[in-house]
């Protein structure tokens, strides 16, 4: 009797693709960067946008787990896009894919919540490790804009202005490590002697603030921050 052919499956237990959302108003351009992603196992583009109002209606529709905006789009840019983006969803990861090799972009980019930042010219080498770093919830820069963050940071410096500010307040930190640690909003708000709703409002501000999804999200935060030992 004739065996029927097999058919391959995922391996059990491998994670879903990274889904994708790619705006872009020139249909070549995503048609190219949706082959590079496409290609890769763990990534996969399922929408497009050709303009940033789209691209906010799309990521609406889809919940994508990331978003790869161009800078220049009709209606709103990129840059519009992204900071409407981080303010209604703020757990979605989002990557500035631009020909402008640009300081200003560039920290308007992050501001408005970009991960990462990488150049049209060099995608076909950048972008598939840019994405895979912004689902690590690590950031993307290519090696101008690195230069471009640090003399920012020394001219500031030197110039005595204001630093940038701790990502969270020192209160904020004391409950990440203490949920890290594994203990229950009961446990902490009995540590620090607060109510178990201030303990409750703490961690949404930091899921929110972060960027992260849940405790596991913290927890990894808290290793990377140093606050805890793997």
Sequence with gaps: MPTSPS???PARGAAAPTRILL????ALVR???????DGEPDLTVVAEAGDGAEAIEMARSEQPDLVILDIAMPRLTGLQAARELSRIMPGLRILMLTMYDNEQYFFEALKAGAAGYVLKSVADRDLVEACRAAMRDEPFLYPGAVTALI????????????LPAR?????EEEILKLVAEGNSSKEIAELLIISVK?????RANLLQ????????ELT?????AGLIEP
């Design 167 to 171: 990502a969270i307040t020192e209160r």
């Design 220 to 224: 990894r935060y808290a290793i990377r």
């Design 31 to 37: 048609r190219g960067v949706r082959l590079i992603l």
């Design 209 to 216: 603030k972060l960027g992260l999804r849940d405790r596991l």
């Design 23 to 26: 705006a872009d108003d020139h």
């Design 151 to 162: 003399r920012n940071f020394l001219d500031r410096a030197k110039d005595g202005e204001d």
């Design 198 to 202: 201030t303990v409750e409002r703490h």
């Design 7 to 9: 058919i391959a499956t």
